[in-house]
Nanobody, 121 residues
Framework: QVRVAESGGGLVQPGGSLRLSCAAS????????MGWYRQAPGRERELVAT???????NYADSVKGRVTISRDNAKNTVYLQMNSLKPEDTAVYYC???????????????WGQGTQVTVSS
């Protein structure tokens, strides 16, 4: 079994900051790319940022310069530091991890349940 769980969402004022965390647990042999996606009401899920196992990062244009993704491979955890938040950042944020389980030769993508981020005064 593999579980991916997010934490750290909440309500923040415009211009504020939040740090999201996502931990993967279970029968994990290795994790390739980990990433954050978000889905606002009435919109499709979109990429926020990803980080590979060797630390290479990729960001959506809408968050570049305001968001930093990082990971702790020893803890199977990925973080999303969000600064200068805007109302348009309001969404449910989902974690995704590309995981190879023990005894398996291929990886599968696992999603967390999501955490709500609301930016409002």
């Amino acid at each position: 079994q593999v579980r991916v769980a997010e934490s750290g969402g909440g309500l923040v004022q415009p211009g504020g900051s939040l740090r999201l965390s996502c931990a993967a647990s279970g029968t994990i042999a290795s994790i390739n790319t980990m990433g954050w996606y978000r889905q606002a009401p009435g919109r499709e899920r979109e990429l926020v940022a990803t980080v590979t196992s060797d630390g290479s990062t990729n960001y959506a244009d809408s968050v570049k310069g305001r968001v930093t993704i990082s990971r702790d491979n020893a803890k199977n955890t990925v973080y999303l530091q969000m600064n200068s938040l805007k109302p348009e950042d309001t969404a449910v944020y989902y974690c995704n991890a590309d995981i190879v389980r023990f005894g398996r030769s291929v990886s599968l993508h696992y999603w967390g349940q999501g955490t709500q981020v609301t930016v409002s005064s």
